[in-house]
């Protein structure tokens, strides 16, 4: 029970930073990725890597969207995971394996449902942020970063039930 609430808490916290970054203006939102931008260059430049400020920046700027919406899709889906069969081969028939899978089938979904609501309400704050506006696009990459998270989570999972039910 005290895993489960510190997932929600840790869930809660990241979904607070989400929306944060969403009230900066474009000033301040420019300068925290012009400072990361930097940072890269430096890096970049010790492999004698050149790439356009411009596109760099669009890398940076969406890279961290997706990057805030992976996270957030491991973090939710934590959240709701810890009441079900923690080892699928303690299942004792069927039923209970299908319940399972049922189960996480229905988190999967629901994970992702939560992500796109996130992504949604995040887009209308950063559009009522000064200088900052609402975009489609974002929403997209915000959800592909939770469907990443998800697939990742599902080959996880997958592999775990596999080994443990010596499924071939």
């Known amino acids: 029970m005290l895993k489960r609430i510190v997932?929600?808490?840790?869930?809660?916290?990241?979904?607070?930073?989400?929306?944060?970054?969403?009230?900066?203006?474009?000033?301040?939102?420019?300068?925290?990725?012009?400072?990361?931008?930097?940072?890269?260059?430096?890096?970049?430049?010790?492999?004698?890597?050149?790439?356009?400020?411009?596109?760099?920046s669009i890398i940076i700027r969406k890279g961290a969207h997706f990057f805030e919406f992976f996270m957030l899709g491991i973090l939710f889906f934590n959240s709701i995971d810890y009441h079900l069969i923690k080892n699928p081969g303690q299942a004792k028939n069927l039923t209970t394996y299908f319940s399972y899978k049922f189960n996480l089938i229905a988190y999967y979904l629901l994970t992702l449902s939560f992500c796109l609501l996130i992504a949604i309400t995040d887009e209308y704050i950063q559009g009522l942020t000064n200088g900052r506006a609402k975009s489609v696009g974002d929403v997209f990459i915000d959800f592909g970063g939770c469907l990443a998270a998800v697939i990742?989570?599902?080959i996880l999972k997958y592999k775990k039930i596999k080994s443990t039910l010596n499924i071939d």
């Open 7 to 56: 997932w929600i808490f840790i869930t809660v916290l990241w979904i607070g930073f989400i929306f944060f970054n969403s009230t900066r203006t474009s000033s301040q939102s420019s300068q925290a990725s012009n400072s990361l931008l930097n940072f890269v260059n430096i890096i970049l430049g010790v492999f004698n890597i050149n790439i356009d400020s411009d596109i760099l």
């Open 152 to 154: 990742l989570i599902f």
